[in-house]
């Protein structure tokens, strides 16, 4: 497992590590996606018919920290205004936009098991972690992490 559950006083949040920011942006969305289903959600997503698309999102001034709260908005807006739960997703970062090739599932079909109102700011990571470069742990819940690589964390309004 790449990406962990944020202990937070209120809300939720996903940390999450990986070896460059495409694989990152996979991880943190798939967490996402994965601690709003309910077990049988999750069990009935291969069973479920699969569309494909394009989704985008502006990238501003190359802000990645921005991009994934716009990126992540996007998705929850797909699944829960549209009715396209993601469930495969391979990325492509310009200096413009984060485009993706998407799988999706009809979100009507799928058990959750919390609903995300919101993306935040608060606590609001994605940066490059250099060689021998730290990244504490959080209590006992997600490990440290050691650079080269890169982190991503976001803090979710339940």
């Known amino acids: 497992m790449s990406w962990w559950i944020l ?3 209120a809300d939720i949040g996903i940390r999450a590590f990986s070896s460059n920011p495409l694989d990152l942006l ?3 969305t798939f967490g996402f996606q994965e601690i709003q289903l309910s077990d049988e959600g999750n069990d009935a997503i291969s069973t479920l018919n699969q569309h494909k698309g394009q989704w985008s999102i502006p990238l501003i001034d190359e802000d990645l920290e921005r991009g994934l709260v716009l990126w992540l908005e ?3 807006f797909r699944g829960s205004i549209e009715d396209k739960w ?5 990325f492509k970062i310009s200096n ?3 485009d993706a090739h998407v799988s999706w ?3 009507k079909l799928i058990s959750r098991e919390i609903e995300i109102k919101a993306v935040t700011m608060h606590e609001l990571i994605f940066k490059e972690i250099y060689k021998n470069e730290i990244l504490n742990s959080i209590e ?4 440290s992490f050691e650079g080269p690589g890169w982190v991503a964390q ?3 309004d339940v």
Do not use: N, W
């Open 74 to 76: 996007e998705v929850l």
């Open 96 to 98: 413009l936009a984060i």
């Open 105 to 107: 599932v009809d979100s």
């Open 26 to 28: 996979r991880e943190v």
């Open 7 to 9: 202990p937070t006083t």
């Open 154 to 156: 976001v803090v979710l």
């Open 140 to 143: 006992d819940s997600i490990p």
């Open 86 to 90: 993601l469930i495969d997703a391979s």
